[in-house]
């Protein structure tokens, strides 16, 4: 059971978003600023995500006629120009991604200036201001959800608080929030990076990717919302987008699903809405006004 479940297009019992990181080789330039340069097996790693693995993900949706939504910091789409142009010739969504991947948590007080310089890449790159964003490292902070509401942006994805999307309402203005969890991102399976702190005991495909699908399931049955969370550069290669490919042909040819974009669901919960049929749940940030030691009571 899930609290308060959206009614879906055309009856659909669940709503499915495959997501993208596609950070490219900006994970190394950040972790390593001093020396990524001469990096050039972790560079190498992170190029396979917009010179391998995209074109083998963007196959895969023409063939099976889907849109869904990709997250790309700005420095990669200004790296990797002809990426951003195949991804929007077809019909997909580039989503704000900070402009190295830099850590808002990191970057706290100054985050401004690597968020609008983000904006202007996509003006310049993409000809549109993104309407999503989702965090490096899901660190988002009360800095960037204003920022988000100053420059008209309609969702972010980067916080946890629900199973399906909800609402964050603040002073400034609101925002539609879609929600991840570390259970549906491939990271924990199929990371080993040690030049940025993670050494994962990598997973083969089959049991890395098994969890997800169990994930769906629980979705499925409750009548809610799965959302993966795959970096091209680890899910994109070859045995493991082979499975991602099946598992997708196989849900759209057997399950009651509605794949869509983030901002297909941002537009869908409008309606709703504006119909009075459904409302969001809400939550209300900040949530604290300071550090919860030390207050009085």
């Known amino acids: 059971m899930i609290r308060n479940p959206i009614p879906w297009p055309n009856g659909a019992k669940c709503a ?3 997501t993208f990181d596609m950070d490219a080789d900006s ?3 950040i972790a390593k600023p001093e020396d990524a340069h001469e990096r050039l097996y972790p560079i190498s790693m992170g190029r396979y995500g917009p010179m391998v693995a995209l074109p083998r993900i963007l196959d895969t949706y023409r063939r099976l006629g889907l849109r869904q939504s990709f997250f790309i910091p700005g420095w990669c789409l200004e790296t990797y120009p002809d ?4 991804v929007l010739k077809d019909g997909h969504e580039i989503g704000h991604h900070g402009y190295l991947h830099e850590d808002p948590v990191k970057t706290r007080g100054a985050q401004r200036e690597w968020f609008e310089r983000t904006l202007d890449v996509h003006l310049r790159i993409c000809g549109q201001k993104p309407q999503g964003y989702r965090a490096p490292v899901y660190n988002i ?3 960037v959800v204003d920022l988000m509401i100053e420059h008209g942006m309609r969702y972010d994805s980067s916080m946890m608080a629900d199973d399906i999307p909800y609402q964050l309402q603040t002073a400034n203005g609101a925002l539609y929030e879609m929600p991840v969890h570390w259970g549906t991102d491939d990271w924990p399976p199929f990371a080993h990076y040690d030049e940025i702190g993670y050494m994962m005991p990598v997973a083969g495909p089959s049991h890395g990717l ?4 169990e994930e769906f399931e629980a979705q499925y049955d409750a009548g809610g919302f799965f959302m993966l969370i795959i970096h091209p550069f680890l ?3 070859l045995a493991r987008w082979k499975q991602v490919e099946a598992w ?7 399950r009651d699903v509605w794949f869509a974009t983030l901002s297909e669901i941002a537009d869908h919960m409008d309606t709703l809405q504006r119909d009075g049929i459904w409302h969001p749940s ?3 940030l900040p949530y604290y006004q300071g550090p919860v030691l030390g207050q009085k009571e």
């Open 27 to 29: 994970l190394i330039h």
């Open 210 to 213: 098994s969890g997800f699908w």
């Open 235 to 237: 899910t994109g290669r």
């Open 141 to 143: 902070t009360q800095e």
């Open 16 to 18: 499915v978003a495959i």
């Open 282 to 284: 809400v939550e209300t």
């Open 83 to 86: 990426v951003a142009e195949a």
């Open 248 to 254: 997708i042909t196989r849900t759209r040819d057997t």
